[in-house]
Each structure stands twice: as structure tokens, then as C-alpha cells.
């Protein structure tokens, strides 16, 4: 089934996670993806393991469904056929530090002269403007900065970064917001606009009261594991043989009446230090222990079945093996195959965005360095087989 985004042709520049993590969103959503790679290896993913039969599994996670097309922007020609390419293009997506679009001439005052309709979005790790937008930046380098490492991990411990790689996917995801948002916008003005994106700017915005709490109340928030800053229970629990995570709804009274008769500690009811959620986490240096040694009672299954039975949020803390073996997962279709012959078995993600008339999803496998060249070159460009034959044979492609 097509995807709304069907007809919406992007040119991506970006390379490694952030930028191409965008682009497959939106490549998921139905939009024609074309990767603009430099023709000597290309993104640098492409050389990440781990390998299978050949294909970096890394690469893939990331690039499914999108053409390749090979071009050495440092030549006058490469140059050329990208802004011949910007004219038949609705949106251009890169993850260059500030100023390199500039030195190859394709800023975005350069690229708006030639298609006025272009969004243009630039990820970087500060943004375009501030003392720190030259400065280079990965995933790790803006988590530390934007304060997440700080509040992740056990109290008193060293900073953690999270598993999921948050600073390059939160600016993804905020990327493909910005890149929508413009589209929409050009649907009435006719214009497209520059989309400036930061990654240190995305950290702090997805720690929505962390945040909040430090500006209008004055705590600076500190690392508490799996718990809640504001509710308690909110966390994970060591069960007889496992992990559990359970947590209380902060609006419903009942909910912690019920959680207490089902751990038997129903002598915890009326203790006025656990009145509300907010009263049992001031007082949690107390409750915690008495909590944590009830849960040690009983297996993972048995108090997810007694939890559940009451209405209290709960489930199993999961490896990735047994997340993706969930049924749930397998009812959504979010373990899929990857299409066509060519991909081996090899399996992906799919896109968690469900749509009822136009639900778009994975559209095809990687593409091989510069596969689509020819293709590309000779649809939007007019390109013969033989004239791109000789601009590869030149160096440029």
C-alpha cells in the first residue's frame, strides 16, 4: 500500500544515525528516499558490523527502502548534476558540521535560489547558531551535555549513557517533525524554509520534567534506576526469577490499595507517609526496602498475573530475544522481513506509525553503493545509461 508520503522526493546527504534514521521515517511513510553518497565507500555505516552475508546489519537498520546514488560533490560536475537533482526535489536532508554546505556552495540560500519550494533540513550536534556550533559532536558527547547521562543509571553511580543510541534518534525523530511541519506549511505559502535542528537542543527537550522541575522548583533531578521522580511504585522490581516493572497510575486512588493487598502489606494502606504517589517518593528511603522484599516472594509470571487481575500496570523486564518473541509484536507486524529476493531472510523493525487507508512500512532492502545511479540519473535528470557511464569513468559518480 502506498504511504502519504508517496510523491515526496528527498535528496539525503546525512550519513551514520541521526540523519538517516529521519529519512527512513520518512521513507517508511511512503516518500521517495535518494542517498547522495560520495562514489569512494559511501556512508560510513556501510562498514559496521555485525555482517550477514556481507551486509552490515547496522546499515540496513537504517536504510532500508532508500536508491543510492554515487556523487563527489568536491567536483564541478558532482556539484552540477546534486543542484540539477535540487530542482526536481521537494526536501534535502544533511548532518554535515555547520559551514560544510557553505564550502561546497549548496547552503541553503544557494539551493532556495534554485527551488524556492525546498525544505532544507541540517542536523548537527548544536545546531547552526550559538558559541558551540562548530564544535563536533556524536550521540554520547550531547547526551552528557544535555544532562540525560546524569539522571540515568543507579543513585550515587557513575553517569550511564542509555542502550538506544537517544542523542542521534531524538534529533531524527524531530528532524522528520521539522521536514512535515515545513511541508505542510508549503501547502499554503508555496515556499519552503530552512529546518535547523540540534542534537543538544532535542536532549532537552525530551526530558520533559526533568527540566521543569530544575527551572520552576529548583531540584536539580539526579539518577534514580528505573524509578519515577515523581510516582511511587514506578520501577522495576527483583522478583524470585527475574525483573519486574510495575507502576502505579499517579491519578487513580485505588491503585495503591490494591497494590498492597496484592504484595500482602495491607498494614501500608493508611501509613499517612504514603498518602499519595508524591508522599510515597519523599518517604521512599523507608518504603522502598519493604516494597523490594515483598516482590522477592513470588516469580515474574505469578505477579503479572496478580497485578494485572487488579488493573495495576505491570510486565515482565524483557531481553531483546523474548521483546521481539512477544505476541504483541508479532500482532502489530513490528518484526517484518525485509522485501524482495535479495535480502536473504534478513528482518527489520518496521515503522510503529499505523494508518488506516495509507499505512506505508518497509519498502525494499539496502541499497548497494551508487544501485541507482542510472535510475535516478536518467528519471529525474534525462541521463543516458552510456552518459552516466562516462561521469563514473570520470570520478564523479
Known amino acids: 500500500m502506498p504511504g502519504p508520503l508517496e510523491g ?4 539525503d546527504l546525512s550519513r551514520i544515525l541521526s540523519g538517516p534514521y529521519c529519512t527512513m521515517v520518512l521513507s517508511d511513510m511512503g516518500a521517495d528516499v535518494v542517498k547522495v553518497e560520495h562514489p569512494q565507500g559511501g556512508d560510513m555505516a556501510r562498514g559496521s558490523g555485525p555482517f550477514v552475508d556481507g551486509v552490515s546489519t547496522y546499515f540496513l537498520s537504517l536504510n ?7 556523487l563527489d560533490l568536491a567536483t564541478d560536475q558532482g556539484r552540477d548534476l546534486f543542484l540539477r537533482l535540487v530542482d526536481k526535489a521537494d526536501v534535502v536532508v544533511e548532518n554535515f558540521k555547520p559551514g560544510v554546505m557553505a564550502r561546497l556552495g ?23 547558531t550559538g558559541p558551540d556550533a562548530g564544535l563536533p559532536a556524536l550521540d554520547v558527547i550531547v547526551q552528557g551535555m544535555g544532562g540525560i547521562m546524569s539522571i540515568t ?14 542523542g542521534d534518534i531524538a534529533a531524527g525523530l524531530f528532524a522528520a517533525v521539522g521536514i512535515l511541519s515545513a511541508l505542510m506549511e508549503r501547502a499554503v505559502s508555496g515556499r ?26 529548583g531540584e536539580v533531578p539526579k539518577a534514580l534506576g528505573t524509578r519515577h521522580p515523581v510516582f511511587t511504585p514506578f520501577q522495576a522490581f527483583e522478583a524470585k526469577d527475574g525483573w519486574i516493572v510495575v507502576a502505579t497510575a499517579g ?4 491503585q495503591w490499595p490494591l497494590f498492597c493487598a496484592t504484595i500482602d502489606r495491607v498494614d501500608l494502606i493508611d501509613d499517612p507517609d504514603y498518602v499519595d504517589g508524591w508522599q510515597r517518593t519523599r518517604h521512599y528511603e523507608r518504603l522502598g526496602p519493604v516494597m523490594t522484599e515483598a516482590l522477592k516472594r513470588r516469580t515474574v509470571d505469578d505477579w ?8 495495576i500496570a505491570c510486565g515482565p523486564v524483557n531481553r531483546i530475544d523474548q521483546a521481539a518473541a512477544q505476541p504483541q509484536v508479532e500482532a502489530r507486524r513490528m518484526i517484518v522481513d525485509v522485501p ?3 535480502a536473504r531472510g534478513l528482518k527489520v523493525v518496521n515503522t510503529p506509525v499505523k494508518l488506516s487507508r495509507t499505512p506505508g512500512g518497509v519498502k525494499g532492502r539496502w541499497p548497494e553503493l551508487g544501485e541507482h545511479n542510472v535510475e535516478v540519473l536518467g528519471g529525474w535528470l534525462g541521463l543516458t545509461a552510456e552518459q552516466v557511464g562516462r561521469l563514473a569513468d570520470d570520478g564523479v559518480l
Open 304 to 311: 503479572v498475573e496478580r497485578f494485572r487481575q487488579v488493573g
Open 153 to 166: 543509571g543507579e543513585p550515587g553511580g557513575p553517569p550511564i549513557r542509555p542502550g538506544a543510541s537517544m
Open 192 to 217: 519552503g524554509q530552512f529546518v535547523d535542528i540540534g542534537m543538544m537542543d532535542c536532549q532537552l527537550a525530551v526530558q520533559e520534567n526533568a527540566f521543569s522541575r530544575y527551572l520552576n522548583a
Open 64 to 70: 532500508r527502502g532508500k536508491k543510492s546514488v554515487t
Open 251 to 254: 491519578g487513580r486512588k485505588d
Open 106 to 128: 549548496l547552503d541553503h540560500e544557494s539551493l532556495e535560489a534554485r527551488n524556492p519550494r525546498l525544505v532544507c533540513c541540517a542536523i548537527s550536534g548544536f545546531g547552526q
Open 8 to 11: 515526496i522526493a528527498i535528496l
Open 340 to 342: 524482495g529476493e535479495e
